[in-house]
């Protein structure tokens, strides 16, 4: 299977990303298949409008009871707000994948 290409985010997620405060996003399973070295074209959820361009650095399992300060740090958020959105978005979930980025020029 090819790598992906696109990544989304929420449009609130994109001052802190191109700020560079942002560099992980926590997804589920269906989008654990980004690989290191290559570049994505990123693009807002809502309404795909194109925004950056990142490097994926890294693609890691973790367990939602493992997230820490360090994950939330790096998410621009606390710990407790952390927890709170991955809640919203997948639902009573055990098993994530950190994917870590630097913007690419």
Do not use: W
């Amino acid at each position: 299977m090819a790598a992906p290409t696109v990544m989304t985010f929420f449009e609130r997620f994109e001052a802190d990303i191109l700020a560079g405060k942002k560099t992980i996003t926590i997804r589920d399973e269906s989008e654990n298949n980004y690989v290191p070295g290559t570049v994505v074209n990123v693009s807002t959820f809502e309404d795909g409008r194109e925004f950056c361009r990142l490097e994926i650095l890294s693609v890691e399992p973790i367990l939602f009871d493992e997230l820490s300060d360090f994950h939330a740090e790096q998410e621009n958020m606390s710990l407790p707000v952390l927890k709170e959105v991955i809640q919203e978005i997948y639902p009573g979930i055990k098993q994530l994948f950190v994917v870590s980025y630097k913007l690419a020029l």
